[in-house]
């Protein structure tokens, strides 16, 4: 091997070397700027953009606030509670405005629609779609009475207009548009006027009537039942079933002559009822001067007879008062103070023992629709309520004491504990939603009513008898009217009404 050839070799030899050492040294040193610069690129990708924009759920971003700066937990929720509305309402507000021209045959329905939905951020359009229908509905179809026509056998339109003072025919001057409006200005207002919810407010207060339009019913109305006519229309409103508010209307609308637990449903109902007291008294300023107080009776309560005839006055014909009349009628009459005259005390009355469902149910299976010869102790209606004779409440409450042991922390010969009793267990029952409240004002455990029979099908041609009963909702005992309208026996197929009896 020639000279030259050895030095070729050695030169290719420390060559390979060199990139041998370069490759081992320079290998990791690669892979260390790599990850470097993969870490760069997705911190930069996390941050936000308008093309990788993130949403974050309120819940979410408002543990941000911590505990630390509240005196507690409570504390610290409500404050993020209110931070949560306070965003949503200035999200709400930087939205684009939704300018709609929507004009209606009725000046009121126009006002309420550029008050509260005209060009307003906070109705989304299919919220606003579901509104303008219903509130079309009650433009062609609103001006019929807000209470319902019900004629009956041997009562007639005309024989109606006769009991010229009588409040239902003063709030058959309210229509149902008005008494729909009223009922939404109430919640609206019960609520603030907040934008989070005034699309679903309204839609509620609107709808919550539309099964007394009359073409719905033909007549053939069943009071306790227009809730159920009322979803029904509401259900085949486009878009309507879409709504994320759908399950709360659908509860309020529902209960709002019943029972509600949902804190809407109750909201509703009061703002119905709101509404009624301030149609029924601003047609009383107009119509009627002050009303005489009832008198009272001396006799016992529980000491009256059914069968007792009533006293001949107006209330005695056979029209379903509303029962929120009757309640504004009395406080007018008295001045608005339910217990500056009741002197019943039930605050030492134990009954922590007591199971109200209990109760319900001994009475359903023991009195309600049953019937002894022409005589009967408890009687459910089609309107919803349900009426049992203060007397069986009382029995049915002395055979559980008995049986739970408790008889003896009672004296039942004590006149006055046995009023505190009996107000004490309507006052348990009032707490569970099951007392008709509005029959029943507080301070007090059930009332006078007189029931209307059918002409001349009742013993001795009583067409109409007189009880003190306590009144509850139909609901108490079971799920639908039907069910209880079913169980009625004998004379109990013949009631035509039921009354705040007149004294």
């Known amino acids: 091997m020639g000279i030259v050839q050895i030095i070729l070799a050695i030169k290719i030899i420390a060559f390979l070397l060199f990139f041998g050492i370069v490759s081992i040294v320079a290998k990791p040193l690669y892979l260390t700027l790599r990850e470097r610069n993969e870490k760069k690129r997705k911190e930069k990708a996390e941050i936000p953009t308008a093309k990788n924009k993130k949403q974050i759920a309120l819940e979410e971003l408002s543990k941000i606030w911590r505990i630390e700066c509240f005196d507690s937990e409570t504390e610290m929720k ?70 319902v026509q019900n004629p009956t056998d041997g009562d007639s339109d005309s024989s109606r207009r006769k009991y010229k003072k009588n409040e239902y025919d003063l709030l058959s001057q309210i229509t149902l548009l008005d008494h729909s409006l009223n009922v939404a ?55 309507f079933k879409d709504l994320p508010c759908v399950e709360d209307v659908k509860d309020a609308v529902k209960k709002h002559h ?44 529980s000491e009256l007879d059914f069968n007792e005839k009533p006293s001949e006055s107006p209330s005695s014909g056979a029209i379903p008062i509303d029962p929120y009349i009757e309640h504004v009628r009395y406080e007018k009459a008295i001045g608005g103070d339910e217990t500056k005259n009741n002197k019943i005390d039930d605050s030492d009355i134990n009954i922590e023992w007591f199971s109200p469902e209990k109760m319900l149910m001994i009475i359903k299976d023991r009195y309600l629709n049953k019937t002894k010869g022409r005589g009967f102790d408890a009687f459910s209606t089609k309107n919803g309520y349900v009426f049992v004779q203060s007397g069986k409440v009382m029995d049915t409450f002395l055979e559980m004491a008995e049986k739970e042991g408790r008889l003896q922390d009672y004296d039942i010969s004590d006149k006055q504990q046995r009023k505190a009793i009996q107000l004490k267990i309507a006052n348990v029952m009032r707490e569970n939603g099951y007392l008709a409240e509005e029959y029943v004002r507080k301070g007090y455990f059930g009332g006078y009513f007189a029931v209307k029979f059918k002409a001349d099908t009742y013993p001795e041609k009583n067409d109409m008898l007189q009880g003190f009963y306590v009144p509850f909702y139909s609901t108490a005992f079971a799920n639908n009217i039907a069910e209880l309208e079913d169980m009625k026996k004998g004379v109990l197929k013949n009631i035509v009404s039921v009354e705040v009896a007149g004294k």
């Open 78 to 147: 409500k404050h993020e509670e209110e931070i949560a509305k306070k965003v949503k309402e200035e999200i709400i507000e930087s939205l684009p405005e939704q300018v709609h021209a929507i004009t209606f045959k009725n000046e009121r329905l126009n006002a309420f629609y550029d008050k509260y939905l005209k060009s307003k951020k906070s109705i989304r359009p299919e919220a606003h779609d579901v509104i303008v229908e219903i509130m079309k509905l009650l433009d062609e179809k609103g001006l019929c009475p807000s209470v």
């Open 258 to 301: 019943a029972s509600p637990q949902n804190a809407f449903s109750k909201d509703l109902k009061s703002a119905d009822q709101r509404a009624r007291e301030k149609e029924l008294e601003a047609l009383l300023e107009k119509n009627f001067k002050e009303v005489e107080p009832p008198e009272k009776d001396n006799k016992e309560p």
């Open 185 to 239: 200005e109430e919640l609206l207002k019960a609520h603030n006027y907040s934008l989070v919810t005034m699309a679903r407010d309204i839609i509620a207060a609107l709808g919550h009537d539309l099964g007394k339009i009359p073409e719905y019913h033909n007549n053939k109305y069943v009071t306790g039942e227009h809730p159920t006519i009322s979803l029904y229309i509401l259900s085949k409103i486009h878009g």
